[in-house]
């Protein structure tokens, strides 16, 4: 964040909407409505743009030489972040013999999900918004160690079969489940 003039605590902000996509779900716009009804050190001075700004934050594209280990999505800056934690927590007897891979679909409302989000099949009922897979990497243990997104016309199997994370290369297999619609 070196050159960044952010005034706003970006942790605390990117930690309410994590907080809040754990606890009930949904957007930015329902977690700055939830976050009043909780005391929570930090909260109280974030309005509803510091988070659309932390997230964004978020999902800002690496710089081109960062872009190693790329598969259907440009590397992001969270992804550096689940890079990091994830070696953060490995210990020498870690191992990724086998790791769990889910994914789902969901939909876009609002002006949000033009660069990621496609129109197509909706199990929700939705075909006229936008649409995106979302797949989450498990451990052996249950542990996450990374999510990813496409558009909504990648089959289900294709992202875990089409070229690792940087974090997925030592695993020999994948168990794979997606939701059939």
């Known amino acids: 964040m070196r050159g960044r003039k952010f005034e706003f605590d970006v942790e605390r902000a ?3 909407t994590v907080l809040h996509r754990l606890m009930v779900s949904g957007s930015d716009r329902f977690c700055d409505k939830w976050r009043r009804d909780h005391l929570i050190p930090g909260f109280k001075a974030l ?10 934050f978020l999902w800002e594209h690496l710089p081109d030489h960062a872009q190693d280990g790329q598969t259907l999505t440009a ?3 969270k992804d550096k972040i689940e890079e990091m934690l994830f070696a953060k927590n490995r210990s020498l007897l870690s191992k990724l013999d086998l ?3 889910d994914t789902t679909s969901i939909y876009i409302e609002g002006r949000g999900g033009r660069d990621l989000g496609r129109r197509g099949f909706s199990k929700d009922h939705r075909p006229d918004l936008h649409q995106m897979v979302v797949g989450a ?4 243990n249950g542990r996450p160690i990374c999510c990813e997104m496409w558009p909504d016309n990648t089959p289900e199997g294709l992202p875990a079969s089409s070229g690792n994370r940087t974090c997925l290369s030592p695993s020999k297999e994948y ?7």
């Open 14 to 16: 990117i930690f309410l």
């Open 47 to 56: 309005d509803l743009h510091h988070l659309y700004r932390a997230t964004g």
């Open 75 to 77: 590397r992001r800056i």
């Open 99 to 101: 790791v769990f891979f």
């Open 137 to 140: 990497v498990l451990d052996d």
């Open 175 to 181: 168990c794979s489940h997606g939701s059939g619609g």
